[in-house]
Structures are given as structure tokens and as C-alpha cells.
């Protein structure tokens, strides 16, 4: 894939969607209806995968991407492999087996710096470390499994397989690994394993900066050419610019009755959060050297930042000066951008009718082709 076959993704909401993050008169609940929407917009949009997130606020990833991946023609689910909660030889049965029942249209997104607290309350009680291990060893069986007809002999750490499995996946040699974060860890195994490493935004000559640091650690094991990049970016476009402003600082601030004095409970929570994430924190890091405007960019804004954790820097603008944004990450190195905005069906839409269009003849035909 040249720099130039761009694959763009989306998010599916499974918490729930809002049009001001933190006024809880403004959510919108979770339900079939309110998913089925986003899906439709997605998988006619362009975009090439949906990214299904987990926590304990979210439907089940798995069953929701099976669930879709029957209802839609285009899009491919992308789903977490999270460390330690499912033996590798059954992940590997179940992505495999979802990827010949879709005819080849899934991404596997590897999950393993959540919180302590988080994996805790899961009854995972490894730490950071062990973790990222175990991850390790989970990935390497996976291909060893897809890519051997008979018995693999896989005798590591915390892993003993002696197993063979069918099917084999649709996609050779095996599905796109994505992987999103920020430590040290994190950084090793991407360099390792992933098909694409996702940066939780940033300027674009920061990530021109993390790319280099990236491909000299893929370097190491033969994938310094061969590892892709992309963009975890929140998008708020308007036909004008002021419009797009005052839409951004309309889904913090909601209105005079409703602002962020009043959403201390959520703001505790953010805080908690960044103290166990590198990504949360590198995030907020730029959420406090902003200035008051909260901007990193003429069309980079931190200001989600304040009432959520998580990916919280949005591109702000017209469809062209969203554009414009998206190409200077595409100049940094980056050849994908997994999506979201808020309401998400809605936000979809316009990126689909009006930002996508200015990337025609430059968007990949399929997904990222694991290497």
C-alpha cells in the first residue's frame, strides 16, 4: 500500500451517542436502531472498517461485529483482541471463522494497556507487563496457527500450544493487526506485529517524529518498510468554519443551564484514567499546553479532552480545511484514519459526502494487507 491508498474507518458508538458530552439529557441510549443507522452510513460511505470499542459501558464487540458483518456489504468490523481474556487457539478459530463468513472483511485490534483497575474488575489480575506478554505470545500463536496446515509446537511464557485449526482465514496471510498506544510496550509490540499503529492524535510533525521512532524499532524485526500508520481522530465539520467552532465548543459546553462546572463526577473519572494510560496521557499533555482556545493547530482541538478520556483531539473545519488537516498527516507518514464524531451518524455522513471527495483517486480498494 503507497501513502497515497488511504483506508478511512469509523466508530460505532456502542455506549451510546450525544450531541454534549457531558449533559446527560443529551445522550443517546444504546439500541439496534441507533447502531443500525450508523452502520448503514458507514458501510455506504467509503469507509473501510468500524471500529468496535470495549469497556464495561459497551456492547459485547464480538457478537456486534458478527451481527453486522451478516447486514453489511463493504465495511469490515474491527475487533478487539484483548490480552488474556480468550485463549489464542480460540481467538484464532473465532477471527478466522468470522473472516471466511464475511468473505474477508475483518480487523483484529490488539488491546492490552487498559487499566490496572479496569482488567481488574475483569478478573484479569496480570499486570501492565504481563500484559503486553502475553499479547506477544497470543499474536505469534495466532500466525503460527493460521499459517501451518498441521500442529504447531508453540512452548513459551505463559503459553503451551499444541494444537492445529480450521478454518484458515479468507485473508492472506491473516487479517490486519491494528494496535493504538503510547508506552514503551506498546510501541515494541506494534513494531512486532502490527499492521498499522494508531496514534491518539497530535500534531502532524509530532508524528512524522513517532514514525521515524517506530519503523527503527520494526526495523529490528525486518518491518521497518512494511509497518503502516494512521490518525484515531474525532472530526466536527460545518459548511463554514465559525460553524464548526461553535459546534465544538457547543458538544463540551452544552448550554448556560449545563457546563463544565457542573460535570465534576466526569472530570474525576478523566483524571483517573490518564494517570494509568500513556496515551490518555500524552492526550491530556496536550490538553494542558494549549492555550485558552484549546487549540495544538489552526484545525486541531483538545477540548473533548476535558470531559472524556480516551482518542479526544478533533479536526476542526470546513470539509476542505478538514481535508487539508488529514493531508498533512498523510505528508507525516500516515495512510489511515479511523473516525468519529459526534452524533456519529450524522458526522459520518457529512465526511462521507464532503471530506471523502476531496480524496478521490487516492483511496485503497480493500483493507490494509497484513505483511
Known amino acids: 500500500m503507497s501513502q497515497d491508498d488511504l483506508t478511512f474507518g469509523w466508530f460505532l458508538p456502542t455506549s ?42 459497551c456492547w459485547e464487540a464480538t457478537v456486534v461485529a458478527s451481527y453486522y458483518a451478516a447486514r453489511t456489504q463493504n465495511v469490515a468490523p474491527l475487533i478487539a483482541l484483548r490480552s488474556g481474556y480468550c485463549n489464542p487457539t480460540l481467538a484464532a478459530k473465532m477471527f478466522a471463522t468470522l473472516d471466511q463468513m464475511s468473505g474477508g472483511r475483518l480487523c483484529i485490534n490488539l488491546i492490552a494497556g487498559i487499566s490496572d483497575e479496569d482488567t481488574q474488575a475483569d478478573g484479569i489480575m496480570d499486570s501492565k507487563e504481563t500484559r503486553y506478554e502475553k499479547m506477544d505470545e497470543e499474536v505469534e500463536i495466532m500466525k503460527k496457527l493460521w499459517a501451518t496446515d498441521g500442529p504447531i509446537d508453540h512452548q513459551g511464557k505463559h503459553y503451551s500450544v499444541t494444537q492445529a485449526i480450521e478454518p484458515k482465514p479468507v485473508q492472506d496471510p491473516y487479517p490486519p493487526f491494528f494496535l493504538g498506544g503510547g508506552s514503551d510496550y506498546a510501541l515494541d509490540i506494534s513494531a512486532k506485529h502490527s499492521t498499522v499503529h494508531l496514534f491518539w492524535g497530535d500534531r502532524p510533525d509530532s508524528i512524522a517524529l513517532k514514525i521515524r521512532d517506530i519503523r527503527e524499532r520494526a526495523g529490528r524485526f525486518g518491518r521497518r518498510d512494511t509497518i503502516r500508520f494512521g490518525m484515531r481522530l474525532q472530526v466536527i465539520c460545518a459548511d463554514t468554519e465559525e460553524a464548526a467552532w461553535e459546534e465544538a465548543y457547543r458538544l463540551i459546553d452544552g448550554s448556560t443551564k449545563f457546563n463544565l462546572a457542573n460535570n465534576r463526577r466526569g472530570l474525576a473519572a478523566v483524571e483517573g484514567i490518564r494517570k494509568t494510560s500513556e496515551a490518555n496521557r500524552q492526550v491530556w499533555a496536550l490538553l494542558e499546553e494549549s492555550g485558552q482556545d484549546m487549540k495544538i493547530h489552526p484545525h486541531l482541538w483538545t477540548g473533548i479532552s476535558r470531559v472524556r478520556a480516551g482518542a479526544g483531539i478533533a479536526v476542526v473545519g470546513t470539509p476542505k480545511q478538514v481535508a487539508e488537516t488529514l493531508d498533512e498527516f498523510v505528508e507525516a507518514g500516515c495512510s489511515s484514519f479511523c473516525l468519529s464524531g459526534y452524533p456519529h451518524a450524522k458526522t459520518a455522513r457529512i465526511f462521507a459526502s464532503e471530506v471523502m471527495p476531496y480524496f478521490a483517486g487516492r483511496l485503497s480498494e480493500g483493507l490494509p494487507h497484513a505483511a
Open 16 to 57: 451510546g451517542d450525544t450531541t454534549c458530552l457531558p449533559d446527560p439529557q443529551a445522550r443517546i441510549p444504546q439500541s439496534p436502531e441507533v447502531f443500525d443507522e450508523i452502520v448503514r452510513e458507514v458501510d455506504n460511505g467509503g469507509f473501510k472498517y468500524l471500529l468496535m470499542p470495549v469497556n464495561a459501558t
